[in-house]
């Protein structure tokens, strides 16, 4: 049983549009990060959100963290070929992480 | 700055043979953590340290060892390979503990058991 469930898990769009990548769980959580990872190259933060409610953009890319803390979701506007990749949530109880399934962006030309 | 790097980059074996994964750090982190890779589900957590000389178990620590000697170096051992343990392997580092932390990882380890 995944502690983290994103949704969708794959997902392939045309420049240019918006799409919204959700992960979801029945825990509550202090903080939650974003990662993006490309193939053959290791995971990278793009966000941590630690406040319920909270939203933080970072260009075109826009995170929330629900306001009970046990959900996010990450909205990019105007999808660009360099935003393909496996975005992946992750958070943590103490000192062990648990990652989300991933969700597998294909933005198309 | 290389940051974290894991050697070897792929590596094939066969069931019942051993290997040592090796992690290196130059970010002076405290924490060093081994995930695996698998499609469909994301990425586990094998074992972590929390200093030198410190490790513990994480969400599927059976069938691998860990030892951390060194602050800069995390290794990740396999005894006895088992086909179910064909993943990519990932080493990450942070400066703390706790989930505000950034992780740091290397570009993996692709490992397959035969």
């Known amino acids: 049983t995944q502690l983290l469930e994103q949704s969708p898990q794959f997902l392939s769009i045309q420049e240019g549009e918006n799409l919204t990548v959700y992960c979801n769980s029945s825990s509550v959580f202090s903080s939650l990060q974003w990662y993006r990872q490309e193939p053959g190259e290791g995971p990278v933060l793009l966000v941590t959100v630690v406040t319920g409610g909270e939203v933080k953009k970072l260009k075109r890319l826009t995170f929330q963290f629900g306001d009970a803390r046990k959900d996010s979701s990450l909205h990019i506007t105007a999808a660009q070929p360099g935003d393909t990749g496996l975005y992946l949530c992750?958070?943590?109880?103490?000192?062990?992480?648990?990652f989300g399934t991933g969700t597998s962006l294909t933005v198309i030309p | 700055n290389a940051g974290v790097t894991q050697t070897p980059k792929f590596r094939v074996l066969k069931t019942g043979q051993s290997m040592t994964l090796l992690c290196a750090q130059d970010?002076?982190?405290?924490?060093m953590y081994w995930y695996r890779q698998d499609p469909g589900m994301g990425l586990r957590l094998i074992h972590y340290s929390v200093g030198e000389g410190t490790t513990a178990k994480g969400e599927v620590p059976d069938g691998y060892n860990v030892s951390r000697l060194k602050k800069q170096n995390f290794l990740l051992g396999l005894e006895s390979a088992a086909p179910s343990q064909t993943s990519v392997y990932f080493c990450?580092?942070?400066?703390?503990?706790?989930?505000?932390?950034?992780?740091?990882f290397g570009d993996g380890t692709r490992l397959s058991i035969l």
């Open positions: 970010m002076n982190h405290e924490y």
């Open positions: 992750a958070a943590n109880t103490g000192n062990q992480f648990y």
């Open positions: 990450a580092s942070s400066q703390l503990g706790g989930g505000r932390q950034p992780q740091h």
